[in-house]
């Protein structure tokens, strides 16, 4: 079964996902489904339980109204739910996608994603959700979760969507880089896009000849295709080639190391992701 997940929130990123998800479907010529996902860390809590310092048929009166309204909430987040999937159902169709189902769930993003996955063929999230902070430029903790426990091509949207003309593939000759090569080599409906391999680091022989490889295997499916190498700090030359030479879409691998280890160096995966204006395709 080929389908798309489409994973919304509340957030402006939304209408977003929506219209990269009706991209990626018609290239891929999948189904979508849209995922609405309720976990309570990130609902209104419950106003502090004051009864500790006052009499025991208060306590249990406060108790009662917290516990009524905790109830109250759930359901007006439930509602509040089904009418963001409908909202997004119908965003969907309008633009030509035929057959678009919902899921609502009272979990975690990743968890569901995780179980639904199976027979999906990429996963649509929105860079940000409700509660990142955009002043910093933080990326959604949900986001980073799923990209870590998923091994499906995932594509983070951009704020707005934009026609999508040139893409760029941070080639370092891995598996995941290689996974993308794969993608777009059995799937002619992206060979409209005009795609550049970019290699970061010092010119050598056997990297040459991968990426030489990748280049012939991508020209062999129809696509136009050209390769740069620029020497520098990965993240740094990735982000400018991006703004400098009209780069509509992004592949890359992600998180190819612990979260220890990029606790300690950092992550050219998040630097990416925080600072690039354009729709990322993570590969693991």
């Given at each position: 079964?080929?389908?798309?997940?489409?994973?919304?929130?509340?957030?402006?990123?939304?209408?977003?996902?929506?219209?990269?998800?009706?991209?990626?479907?018609?290239?891929?010529?999948?189904?979508?489904?849209?995922?609405?996902?309720?976990?309570?860390s990130?609902?209104?809590?419950?106003?502090?339980?004051?009864?500790?310092?006052?009499?025991?048929?208060?306590?249990?009166?406060?108790?009662?109204?917290?516990?009524?309204?905790?109830?109250?909430?759930?359901?007006v987040?439930?509602?509040?739910?089904?009418?963001?999937?409908?909202?997004?159902?119908?965003?969907?169709?309008?633009?030509?996608?035929?057959?678009?189902?919902?899921?609502?769930?009272?979990?975690?993003?990743?968890?569901?994603?995780?179980?639904?996955?199976?027979?999906?063929?990429?996963?649509v999230?929105g860079?940000?959700?409700?509660?990142?902070?955009?002043?910093?430029?933080?990326?959604?903790?949900?986001?980073?979760?799923?990209?870590?426990?998923?091994?499906?091509?995932?594509?983070?949207?951009?704020?707005?969507?934009?026609?999508?003309?040139?893409?760029?593939?941070?080639?370092?000759?891995?598996?995941?880089?290689?996974?993308?090569?794969?993608?777009?080599?059995?799937?002619?409906?992206?060979?409209?896009?005009?795609?550049?391999?970019?290699?970061?680091?010092?010119?050598?022989p056997?990297?040459?000849?991968?990426?030489?490889?990748?280049?012939?295997?991508?020209?062999?499916?129809?696509?136009?295709?050209?390769?740069?190498?620029?020497?520098?700090?990965?993240?740094?030359?990735?982000?400018?080639?991006?703004?400098?030479?009209?780069?509509?879409?992004?592949?890359?691998?992600?998180?190819?190391?612990?979260?220890?280890?990029?606790?300690?160096?950092?992550?050219?995966?998040?630097?990416?992701?925080?600072?690039?204006l354009?729709?990322?395709?993570?590969?693991?």
């Open positions: 079964m080929n389908k798309i997940l489409a994973a919304i929130d509340g957030s402006s990123y939304a209408s977003s996902v929506c219209d990269h998800a009706s991209w990626l479907a018609k290239r891929l010529n999948s189904e979508v489904e849209i995922i609405h996902v309720i976990d309570r990130n609902q209104p809590e419950a106003d502090h339980d004051l009864s500790g310092s006052i009499g025991v048929g208060a306590r249990s009166t406060l108790l009662d109204e917290l516990s009524e309204l905790d109830s109250k909430r759930a359901k987040a439930m509602e509040h739910g089904r009418a963001l999937l409908q909202d997004a159902k119908t965003h969907i169709e309008k633009a030509g996608i035929e057959k678009v189902s919902v899921v609502l769930r009272h979990d975690e993003l990743s968890d569901t994603i995780n179980e639904l996955e199976t027979y999906a063929n990429a996963i999230i860079k940000r959700g409700q509660s990142a902070d955009f002043a910093t430029m933080h990326i959604g903790s949900n986001l980073e979760r799923v990209a870590r426990s998923s091994n499906t091509p995932m594509l983070v949207a951009s704020r707005a969507f934009k026609p999508i003309n040139k893409a760029l593939i941070a080639y370092d000759g891995g598996p995941s880089c290689n996974r993308a090569i794969n993608m777009l080599a059995t799937n002619e409906g992206f060979t409209d896009i005009e795609v550049e391999l970019l290699y970061v680091g010092k010119p050598a056997v990297r040459d000849k991968l990426i030489v490889k990748a280049v012939e295997r991508l020209q062999e499916s129809g696509y136009t295709v050209t390769s740069t190498t620029k020497d520098g700090t990965v993240e740094k030359v990735i982000a400018e080639h991006v703004e400098n030479n009209g780069i509509d879409l992004l592949f890359m691998g992600a998180y190819g190391h612990s979260r220890i280890r990029n606790m300690l160096i950092g992550s050219t995966t998040t630097e990416m992701l925080r600072t690039c354009v729709p990322v395709v993570l590969f693991r």
